[in-house]
């Protein structure tokens, strides 16, 4: 089983709004990612976490939260966005520690108006 | 130096044809180079991958090519279908340290027609 599953698929949320991305994967990966992709672009890598620690955060907003309570499951925390964080957000996870086969999620689409 | 330049952006072959997108790097400590096809509103999904000590790696109808020499490397589809219609991104990454990350191309958009 090589599934990321993501969850919601999709979300829409006020710029005041409080609200949660969950990315859950039960393949025994230790290394787990968040990506931000906009439309007809590459993935923008956000965070990493392995082995349930940030390892990797690329100067990410502190609008976005991320939390890892345990090796299956990556939580992203979403607070006071603009419109302009609209985009898919991707979780990926990966074997071991930081290593290369990333198996990507279908993505959360997160609206912000 | 950490950039992946991809090319072309734009690709329309058709069935049966054999789209070719080639992807250069930089950097030289780069060792892994994967794959990846995104369908709209779908995740990348890992297509293939190699490292530099082959020149060539096939599964399926797909193949990569692999250039050290000119630090450039490309991806085949044989026999190409409409399913096959999607955007590939093209990635590269360095499995040393501790900071680890693909750095991915800006991807093309394949469409096949039938």
């Known amino acids: 089983d090589t599934e990321v599953t993501q969850t919601p698929k999709h979300l829409v949320m006020g710029m005041t709004n409080k609200k949660s991305l969950k990315c859950e994967q039960h393949m025994g990966h230790r290394a787990m990612y968040w990506y931000k992709q906009k439309a007809k672009k590459p993935p923008e890598l956000m965070f990493v976490?392995?082995?349930?620690?940030?390892?990797i955060n690329e100067s990410v907003p502190s609008r976005f939260s991320p939390e890892c309570p345990n090796s299956s499951l990556l939580n992203l925390h979403l607070h006071a966005l603009q419109p302009e964080d609209s985009a898919l957000y991707l979780c990926a996870s990966s074997p071991r520690r930081i290593q290369e086969t990333q198996y990507f999620g279908p993505g959360t689409r997160l609206l912000v108006l | 130096q950490q950039q992946v330049k991809q090319s072309p952006q734009s690709l329309i072959v058709q069935k049966g044809g054999i789209p070719i997108i080639n992807c250069a790097y930089e950097?030289?400590?780069?060792?892994?180079f994967p794959w990846y096809q995104q369908f709209p509103g779908k995740g990348p999904a890992l297509l293939i991958a190699i490292r530099p000590d082959v020149s060539e790696k096939k599964e399926g109808r797909f193949t990569i090519s692999f250039n050290k020499s000119a630090k450039q490397f490309s991806l085949h589809i044989m026999d190409s279908q409409p399913g096959d219609s999607a955007t590939y991104f093209c990635?590269?990454?360095?499995?040393?340290?501790?900071?680890?990350?693909?750095?991915f191309g800006k991807g093309t958009l394949l469409t096949v027609n039938p």
């Open positions: 950097n030289t400590a780069f060792d892994y």
């Open positions: 990635a590269a990454g360095h499995s040393g340290g501790s900071n680890y990350k693909l750095t």
């Open positions: 976490y392995s082995y349930e620690k940030l390892s």
